[in-house]
């Protein structure tokens, strides 16, 4: 019998309606369009607006779509991997909440915290599952409500991240598409660098952690970039080297929207022309877990069988890592 891989046969996403540009951040915090643009590459992002939405509201429009365009039903889904750092509560995890919303009522699943670069590790661990002959259909799910954990009077945060959610169905295949290989790394000691401060264990939520604003993304923007440019562009020249793929071979690089010159460096040092690159940074800004799955989202129809995909990102932890596959469809 040929090998089992783990193959996307479905993809969908979703963001909410409510448009911030630039401009309005003008009005905000002491900023402009120009540096925005010329530093991040962003025009504008998503936000979620209403009362009690959380990440997986945006997650039931995602994955209500992928099933209806597979054709398949909620209860045919046997795990919920949910990549999110904004999950709905503590507790319990994003993936029963969003289990129980859409009727996945034979499905198992779990929260799965890698911050920016959870899609990746997530659509590593789903194709365990598939390839080791567990389950048949893995839904994965990358979505942040960013806006929940941002201090808006803080401009060097306030203007990188957005809302969306994305997500992918794995199934076996057993023509040789599918996942291929996937490299992931982590370095907990960069936690330094990218974290929020408190509402964990180790600080629980006090009248102080709210006054001193320690419930919000706090990042060293620039020692981040240097780990980032560094890592990102490394690990994904090292996944095309150790499965013999040169840069004509790659179809699609599809790279964490972090920054516009984070993703330049990552495709320059892989030799990858621009027009093979998926960029929707301008529109959506950093939605976190959900930047890989949004573009696959904006780009399948231009995806074919045997096309080979590289994603690659890195986040928060730091974690980084790259995932290498072959389009099933
Ligand atoms: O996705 C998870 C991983 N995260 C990342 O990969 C993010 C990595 N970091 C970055 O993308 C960039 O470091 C930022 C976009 C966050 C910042 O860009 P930068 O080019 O590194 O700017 P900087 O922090 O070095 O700041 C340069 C200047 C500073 O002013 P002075 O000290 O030179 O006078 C900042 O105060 O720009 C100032 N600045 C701003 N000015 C206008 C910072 N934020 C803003 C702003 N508008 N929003």
Known sequence: MSKIHAAITAVNGYVPEYV????????????????ITSRTGIKERRILKGEGLGTSDMAVHAVNGLLKKRGISAEEIELIIFCTTTPDLP?????????????????????????????????????????SGKHKKVLVVGGDKMSSIINYQD??????????????????????????????????????????????SARPASHETIDNNEHSVYQEGQAVFKF???????????????????????????????????????????????????????????????????????????????????????????TWGSVYLKWAY
């Open 228 to 318: 980032a440019v560094t890592n990102m562009a490394d690990v994904a020249a090292e996944i095309m080297d150790r499965n013999n793929l040169t840069s004509e071979d790659v179809t699609w690089l599809v790279p964490h929207q972090a920054n516009k010159r984070i993703i330049d460096a990552t495709a320059s040092r892989m030799g990858v022309g621009s027009e093979k690159v998926m960029i929707n940074i301008q529109r959506y800004g950093n939605t976190t877990n959900g930047t890989i799955p949004l573009c696959l989202w904006e780009w399948e129809s231009q995806l074919k069988k045997g096309d080979n995909i590289i994603l690659a990102a890195f986040g928060g932890g730091f």
């Open 91 to 131: 507790f319990p995890a994003s993936a029963n909440i969003l289990a129980d919303k859409i009727g996945a009522k034979n499905a198992w699943g779990y929260d799965l915290q890698a911050a920016c670069s959870g899609f990746i590790y997530g659509v590593s661990t789903g194709a365990q599952f598939i390839e």
């Open 20 to 35: 911030l540009t630039n401009k309005e951040l003008e009005s905000i915090v002491d900023t402009t369009d120009e540096w």
């Open 155 to 200: 401009r060097t945060t306030c203007i990188i991240f957005g809302d969306g959610c994305g997500a992918v169905l794995l199934e076996p295949n057993e023509e040789g598409f599918g996942v291929m290989d996937s490299i992931l790394r982590s370095d907990g000691s960069g936690r330094q660098f990218l974290h929020q401060k408190a509402g964990g």
